[in-house]
């Protein structure tokens, strides 16, 4: 409680604040060991290095406002995709993209459809604009779309779908995305996340299967929103950039809700580096299929299941708090993310999937965590 409490729209008193991944300076200055941070799904590789040459020549430039509409990064994201410039919209990393089409569609009274277990930046969207959310419990882990339809109002007006989902790791088929968007009624707008997106696509080669035809929808110009990030496979968390791909007529709109200038000059340049630099995306999502597979067979000799994944994360129930466990492998030097809070799975843990070394560090220090609660 604070003396501001009575100016704060009621809505927004009620939002739970954000709770990050803990960084290595938090938990080693709990744990007083060095810790090694497998909690937000980054890149154990580090940043794409011709992004980080890029980004050093554009901060010689950073006395100049950017370029407002970042028009050469959304001329390569065009020509990547095989879509209008028209079509994209750069913004300040996904999330961004999120609050802005909350403020662009939902207001009090509409609502927003998602799967109980999925991104925690969803509700927080959500309740900043005074939408409510309404969260479909999963089917078998995965995004329900069945349960998802059943659940549309005449208030709906978007469904919010991570695919890869975080935290499941689950992936949804072209095919049944198609079906559920045949589906959907025309007031709502169908938000595919594909934060994971380059992970699942080597998964999907991998197994033989195909991962997306979002870009199809869009220049078939149906009510669809891909958001895809340079946090994740290209190693950017950092800089805060991501875009969005739908039809023009909704990006001019997302376009006037987007903060000014909200996207420096220094990440619009790495980014533009790093969609060119296909030899890091190549060694971070093949060092991450043999580290899922690795983990996952190593996991289950510890007793644990870890749910089949397409991203750069593992999802494990322990079937105890996963709180303190967490608390307790910080112990061991290895930070992973409890899924309690919004992430509505108090018994379970997410860990990034890293580099050789690291995952060789986080399954010593599982066994030596399984090992000691054996004991008590
Ligand atoms: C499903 C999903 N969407 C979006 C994001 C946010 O990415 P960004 O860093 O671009 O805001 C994340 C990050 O963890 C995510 O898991």
Redesign the pocket.
């Known amino acids: 409680m604070s003396r501001f409490d009575h100016l704060i729209l009621d809505h927004v008193r009620a939002m739970p604040t954000y709770v990050p991944g803990r960084s290595p300076r938090q938990a080693e200055a709990e744990s007083g060991v060095p810790c090694i941070k497998m909690a ?2 980054e890149n154990p590789f580090g940043p794409s290095p011709l992004a980080v040459e890029a980004m050093q020549a554009a901060a010689a430039n950073v006395n100049w406002y950017p370029e407002i509409d970042n028009s050469d990064l959304r001329a390569a994201i065009a020509v990547r995709h095989g879509i209008d410039p028209t079509n994209v919209l750069v913004t ?5 993209m ?1 609050h802005i089409v909350a403020r662009t569609i939902l207001a009090p009274g509409l609502n927003a459809i998602t799967a109980d277990r ?2 925690i ?1 969803y509700p927080i969207v959500c309740m900043a604009v005074g939408a409510d959310l309404i969260r479909v419990p999963m089917r078998d882990n995965a995004f329900n779309l069945g349960a998802i339809l059943d659940a549309v109002t005449h208030e709906t007006r978007a469904i919010l779908i ?1 695919n890869p ?2 935290p499941t790791g689950s992936m949804l088929s072209p095919a049944d995305i198609t079906r559920f968007l045949d589906e959907v009624p025309d007031q709502v707008v169908v938000v595919l ?1 594909e ?2 997106a380059e992970f699942a696509e080597a998964f999907a080669q991998q197994r033989g299967v195909s991962y997306s035809r979002s870009f199809d929808y869009v220049r078939e110009g149906r009510n669809v929103v891909v ?1 895809r ?4 496979a290209q190693g950017l ?1 950092a800089a ?3 875009y969005a791909v739908a039809p023009a007529g909704l990006i001019q709109y997302f376009m006037r809700v987007k903060t000014v200038f909200s996207v420096s000059s220094i990440a619009e340049a790495g980014a533009l580096a790093a969609l060119g630099d296909f030899a890091h995306v190549e060694k971070t999502t093949q060092n991450n299929l043999r580290g899922a597979e690795y983990l996952t067979r190593s996991l289950a000799e510890l007793g644990l299941t870890a749910l089949p994944t397409w991203t750069n994360f593992l999802y494990v129930d322990l079937g105890e708090p996963a709180s303190p466990f967490a608390k307790r492998l910080e112990g061991e030097g290895v930070i992973v993310r409890p899924m309690t809070g919004n992430w509505n799975a108090p018994t379970a843990i997410r860990v990034t999937i890293g580099t050789p070394e690291q995952n060789a560090v986080f399954l010593g220090a599982m066994k030596k965590v399984l090992t000691s609660a054996a004991v008590r």
Do not use: E, P
Request: with cysteine; net charge positive.
């Open positions: 937000s799904n300040c990393g996904s999330s961004q999120l999925s991104f930046v991570a989902n975080n996340d934060a994971y958001l990030t340079f946090s994740k968390a805060r950039i991501g």
